[in-house]
């Protein structure tokens, strides 16, 4: 048939003269080349193939099924996400509904007081338009509101930019700073691959900064000042300093004290502050509390004109987990009218974010209140999700630190843990002879074994000489015990067919 010849001549077009293609892999962008985001890497790729051959033959492998520790995303592996911020996203999105009768016995009375306000801020209620480039400003206003209510200091909704999770803010963000590789920006070490893997793309420098495992991935302000010094040496102007805090992978939660030295620290040495704060929710330990960089700067007595300051949040974390929601902002304070205006065209190049991430976003930093109709069940939601992350947490890493050359520093918020593994020097050599690194050929051989899927720390750079990986704290409650028993039982084998 038609159909069959045009298929059998465009396949064979294609073999044929494929060295005709117009793209080689030489002749792309060199910097796309470079770049790695070891989140969504290798290992996951194999985890893939082998759900692919479970799917077909479910015996095929020593385990029934992969599960994902590899990435932040709750609600793939069973989290749900917070009735009242959907019943008003569904009533936001489908507003025929807010004129049924039904619909009373169906959402809350808040959540139809809720959705009528937000639609009163959107041009002709239409969630299918285009909105300000910067995002709705009704939303803007709940989200500073928020934000004043959460730090006690001022917030312009015009500083917010709203975008479709963290993720595009912070490329913004390096995109505005990065130049060449003559310009450099301060990451943690180890660090969120986002961050490396946009340096790349944009051409700059990474110009890193160790956390201390041994005092709980602490942060020294004289190892900042000798990378900045070094960096400095050789050439490169350092343009930021990049803080996540909570950490990821590294799941430290900052002491004010510590966050007070990195501010004076970023305005001594004229250096953009990146607050990476989208796991603010989620703190577990009680002798820890998050505190926002905007308000220990401001508390400082630093204002707009003192320091460069861009916090950013998402509402991929947290007890909401909507990451595929794609839902995020940033704060941007302290630049000049005519840097702002050029972020500000950065903005409307991608015209706006997607306003169900938008929506979600206002909800995230503007919850039920008390004497809200729904704010008893959004209290025990939230509760119940992140004293469940808090108890997974603590089981995860004391079974962690229970096996064989592993320690593992508490997770203290964020959403993992990043052991320390000290690998026989027998693994070592077995690993080069796979011209693999270390904990990649460990995680190769865990998942193979288990089916667990985390991520080498190499993804995530570490000390030289030293091996981690990461694993996420978000299988559900009652799949913990037996992805410890899965590990247990596999690490102990592996330790003792490379023991020394
Ligand atoms: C520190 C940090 N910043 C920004 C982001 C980007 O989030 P959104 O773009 O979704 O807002 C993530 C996502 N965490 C990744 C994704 O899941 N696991 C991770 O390590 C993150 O961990």
Redesign the pocket.
């Known amino acids: 048939s038609l159909s069959r010849f045009l298929s059998s001549t465009s396949k064979m077009a294609a073999s044929d003269s494929a060295s005709s293609l117009p793209v080689t892999i030489d002749s792309i962008n060199p910097k796309v080349l470079k770049c790695e985001y070891a989140?969504r890497g290798e290992i996951v790729n194999i985890a893939q193939k082998l759900q692919d051959d479970l799917k077909s033959n479910k015996d095929a492998y020593p385990f029934d099924e992969i599960i994902y520790c590899?990435?932040?995303?709750p609600q793939s592996l069973g989290q749900l996400p917070i009735k009242f911020f959907r019943e008003v996203l569904a009533l936001c999105d489908h507003t025929s509904l807010l004129d049924e009768s039904e619909t009373h016995g169906l959402f809350s009375t808040d959540s139809i007081d809720r959705a009528w306000k937000i639609l009163d801020q959107i041009p002709g209620r239409a969630t299918g338009a285009y909105s300000h480039s910067q995002g709705i400003k009704g939303l803007r206003d709940t989200i500073a509101a928020g934000m004043e209510a959460r730090d006690g200091f001022p917030v312009d909704p015009n500083d917010i930019f709203l975008?479709?999770?963290?993720?595009?803010?912070?490329h913004m963000m390096l995109q505005l700073l990065l130049s060449s590789e003559k310009d450099g920006i301060l990451c943690p070490i180890p660090q969120?691959?986002?961050?490396s893997a946009s340096i790349a793309l944009n051409g700059g420098s990474l110009v890193p900064y160790y956390l201390d495992e041994a005092t709980g991935w602490g942060l020294e302000i004289s190892d900042l000042k000798k990378q900045v010094e070094e960096a400095r040496s050789k050439g490169i102007a350092v343009r930021a300093l990049v803080v996540?805090n909570p950490?990821?992978?590294t799941g430290q939660v900052l002491a004010e004290e510590n966050q007070r030295d990195i501010v004076n620290f970023c305005k001594q040495e004229g250096l953009v502050l990146l607050a990476?704060e989208?796991?603010q929710e989620n703190v577990y330990v009680s002798d820890k509390k998050f505190h926002s960089f905007k308000k220990v700067a401001r508390s400082l007595g630093y204002g707009e004109k003192d320091i460069s300051l861009v916090s950013?949040?998402?509402?991929?974390?947290g007890y909401y987990g909507e990451?595929g929601k794609?839902?995020?902002y940033m704060e941007v304070t302290g630049f000049t009218s005519d840097v702002r205006e050029q972020i500000y065209k950065l903005a409307t190049v991608n015209l706006c974010s997607n306003i169900s991430g938008q929506i979600l976003a206002s909800l995230v930093m503007s919850p039920p209140k008390p004497g809200d109709d729904s704010y008893d069940s959004y209290i025990a939601e939230r509760d119940g999700i992140l004293t469940s992350m808090a108890r997974r947490a603590k089981t995860l890493e004391e079974a962690l630190n229970n096996l064989e050359g592993v320690t593992c520093n508490r997770a203290e918020g964020?959403?993992?843990l990043f052991p320390r593994i000290d690998l026989p020097q027998k693994a070592i050599e077995a690993a080069e002879t796979a011209n693999t690194a270390p904990d990649a050929f460990y995680c190769k051989r865990l998942l193979n074994a288990t089916g667990i899927v985390v991520?080498p720390g190499s993804g995530f750079g570490q000390v030289p000489g030293t091996w981690h990986f990461?694993c996420?704290i978000l299988p559900q409650e009652e799949k913990i015990p037996d992805i410890v028993n899965r590990l247990t039982e596999f690490h102990k084998s592996f330790m003792d067919e490379f023991r020394n």
């Open positions: 989140v590899n990435i932040g995303n975008t479709d999770g963290a993720s595009p803010a912070i969120y691959p986002l961050y996540i950490g990821n992978p990476d989208v796991y950013f949040q998402s509402i991929s974390k990451c794609r839902g995020g964020a959403m993992y991520v990461r996420t």
